[in-house]
């Protein structure tokens, strides 16, 4: 009973937060003006290049930036996001794509279609890497391993040696539920006073 209330609540404040950035208006994390997430996207797309997708699925598609590109080289994409603002914008920017969109938590989603072939996860577990939900944080990580039948793509910015080991850490947590790292990149790229980095991380089922 303490665990479904602590984690509707959590659900509701990400969910809550979201729909406020999202609210503000279209691209609130300047995708489209920012070099750092251009290269970020492309990076993600190079590490899964080479193959044509059967059955791949995003896990916080936001407004669908790189699920349109998913689109472009898979067969059939799913897509799950939290927020409805974002998600009704993932929608309009990936329209006649034949995307399968779904509005829900990863905890508690039940992974229809699995298993899938790509598994993107991009920029999206540190939303569920807190405190006070860690077993949850961990059910999920469990359910996310199940539905990756092939590939399963990583992709999280760090600003520090800190949050790098932390974003190392989620490809372990990978590596020991039966993937092997295909292969790993450091992308960094200014934008504006700052350079952000992301680790980006290919692995495979072993
Ligand atoms: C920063 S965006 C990342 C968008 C995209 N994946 C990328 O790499 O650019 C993270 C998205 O994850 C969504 N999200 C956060 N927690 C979630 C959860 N528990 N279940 C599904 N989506 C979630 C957020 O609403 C947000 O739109």
Request: glycine fraction near 8%; aromatic fraction near 10%.
């Amino acid at each position: 009973m303490l665990k479904a209330l602590r984690l509707a609540w959590h659900r509701w404040t990400v969910r809550r937060k979201m729909d406020r950035v999202f609210g503000r208006g279209k691209d609130p994390y300047r995708y489209a003006a920012s070099p750092y997430e251009t290269a970020r996207l492309d990076a993600m797309e190079k590490a899964v290049a080479g193959r044509r997708y059967k059955n791949a699925l995003e896990v916080g598609a936001a407004e669908g930036h790189f699920t349109r590109r998913m689109a472009a080289f898979s067969v059939a994409v799913t897509a799950l996001e939290l927020s409805p603002v974002a998600l009704a914008r993932a929608r309009e920017a990936t329209t006649g794509l034949g995307v399968s969109f779904h509005l829900g938590d990863v905890r508690v989603w039940d992974g229809a279609g699995a298993p899938f072939d790509l598994v993107v996860l991009g920029e999206v577990l540190y939303y569920l890497d807190k405190p006070l939900v860690q077993e949850e944080f961990e059910e999920a990580l469990e359910r996310m391993a199940a539905w990756a039948g092939g590939r399963l793509l990583l992709a999280h910015g760090f600003a520090d040696p800190a949050e790098r080991a932390r974003r190392e850490h989620y490809r372990a947590r990978f590596e020991a539920r039966g993937f092997r790292l295909v292969s790993e990149t450091v992308v960094s790229a200014r934008d504006g006073d700052i350079t952000p980095s992301c680790l980006v991380s290919l692995l495979e089922r072993a």
